[in-house]
Nanobody, 115 residues
Framework: QVQLVESGGGLVQPGGSLRLSCAAS????????MGWHRQAPGKQRESVALISNFGRTDYADSVKGRFTISRDNAKNTVSLQMSNVKPEDTAVYYC?????????WGQGTQVTVSS
C-alpha cells in the first residue's frame, strides 16, 4: 500500500504564490510518476503537472510558465510551486502516484484564489 499526504493549501490573492507538498510512503516501485491534479466545483478532475522519477515533467497548458513541479526522490516527496495564481486556479488539488497497474491519490487540499 501507498499513502499520500498533502499540505500547503489555503487562501491566496490573485498574482500571489503558494507551494503544495505531498509526501509518499509505503511500497513504491522504482519506476513511477507523481503528479498533481485538481478539481474545481462542477468540473471534472484534470491533470495539472506530472513528473517521472527521472525528472521528466509535463504541464497543463493553463499552468505552463506559472507552476513548477519538483520532487525529492530520496524523500519520496513532490511539490508544486504555484506562482501568479489566478481565480480559475481555485480547486481541490490532489497528489497522485502512478505505478504499473496502480494509482494512488491523496485526500486533497483546497486552494482558493480570491482577493
Amino acid at each position: 500500500q501507498v499513502q499520500l499526504v498533502e499540505s500547503g493549501g489555503g487562501l491566496v490573492q490573485p498574482g500571489g504564490s503558494l507551494r503544495l507538498s505531498c509526501a509518499a510512503s509505503g511500497s513504491i516501485d522504482s519506476l513511477h510518476v507523481m503528479g498533481w491534479h485538481r478539481q474545481a466545483p462542477g468540473k471534472q478532475r484534470e491533470s495539472v503537472a506530472l513528473i517521472s522519477n527521472f525528472g521528466r515533467t509535463d504541464y497543463a497548458d493553463s499552468v505552463k510558465g506559472r507552476f513548477t513541479i519538483s520532487r525529492d526522490n530520496a524523500k519520496n516527496t513532490v511539490s508544486l510551486q504555484m506562482s501568479n495564481v489566478k481565480p480559475e486556479d481555485t480547486a481541490v488539488y490532489y497528489c497522485r502516484l502512478s505505478m504499473t497497474g496502480k494509482d494512488y491519490w491523496g485526500q486533497g487540499t483546497q486552494v482558493t484564489v480570491s482577493s
